[in-house]
């Protein structure tokens, strides 16, 4: 059986790089009924903690990319790496190296963070890295991967602290996870010489590679806080969807033909490894919200409606009336991004008074807006509100009786009930808002204008 592995170490927060990585392995092994396994690489004593764990875990879980079996925690390990990093010193592969100080490490914390019978006092133990042939790696990406001996060191398994290294403990939970298959970003290539001489030595069966080119920006650096959010956690936060960023990731460097959008299950249909790309895949910001933005109009109000209320209750906006709430969204839901934009934008929705500023409204004639609001008033007073084409009729004949056209009118009415120059059509706005509401703002800003 396949088994792949996703290990983000919880020093911070996860970066968008790593959910494709998590996305690809988990694709690769449930499109040929694998297993998908979650380890969490947390040697690093001084800089995990807990709180990026819990963070990791819940979006990886909110997205999907469950582990098939219970979470692996290399901290609780340490026993085993110990026994291994023994055999490899009694094979004589292994040996100690007293630690040198110099400018870079003089500030080294040498005190022992993990007692164990390994440790000796300024040491450290160090794998004999075999320096007689080259190694050839089938990558499942990059092909036949060629590395020369003569760049090979003897790199520290042991620190003199007593913590063992990344190198060694990745390799030794590889094997006894049963990882048939490891799918990583490609800066981890520096290591993979390394690892599999070590798979050797330990005498385990080397798992087949496969190394997924860098997420880059736009500008085609790699990807970092400059080009804005690349934690998972935040997206999430901002209401991206599950869909859309499964959707989006998928296809930062892999395709199918000219193919947009797929459900999950179309992608564990048509995954293959050999579509990933080999140069590095560009984030763009622009796309995601494109695809997000597809996402959120081809669902159901109802379901938008049940996601967006958290968002407003963040807000301070109470949600009284779930049939106002389904209206309003059906009436801007393609107006933003992201569920935390769209509850943004709907607001003052639910403000018994707005707020107007007239500087959103810079080429406002006053005396014009006064008899227009007059004139709309009267109409919208005597109209029964039974349908949204009563309620055009009545701006289309102020247009007459003032012989103006609706581009004069308007953005007068449209800022009155939203205090805003873009909003939906003015039928849509005022049936949606009711007569009550509808009246109401429209004295208010005839009444702001009056005392200005």
Known sequence: MIKTRFAPSPTGWLHIGGVRTALFSWLFAKSQNGEFLVRIDDTDTTRSTQQYCDAIISALNSLGLNSDQDLIYQSKRFDVYIDRIESLLEKGVAYYDKVEI??????????????????????????????????????????????????????????????????LTSVVDDADMGITHIIRGDDHLSNTAIQINLFNSLDYEVPVFGHLPMIHGVDGKRLSKRHGAVDINSFLDDGYLVEALINYLVKTGWSHGDDEFFTRRQLLEMFTIDKVTKSSAIFDYDKLNWLNQHYIKNKNIEDIADMILPYLADLKVDVTDRVYLEKILSLGIDRDYNLKDIANGMTHYFMDELTYDLTNFPKINTDLSKAILSNVLTKIEANKFSDKEQISEDIKQVCADMSLKFKDIGPVVRFALTAKLKAPSIDELCFTLGKIRTLKRLKDFRTFIINL
């Open 102 to 167: 110099t400018d870079k490490t003089k500030d080294t914390n040498l005190e022992i963070q993990y007692e164990n019978r390994l440790n000796k006092p300024g040491n450290v133990i160090r794998f004999k890295n075999p320096r007689d042939k080259k190694i050839v790696l089938k990558d499942m990406v990059h092909n036949d991967i060629t590395f020369d001996p003569k760049t090979f060191h003897d790199v520290v398994i042991l620190r003199s602290n007593g913590i063992p290294t990344y190198n």
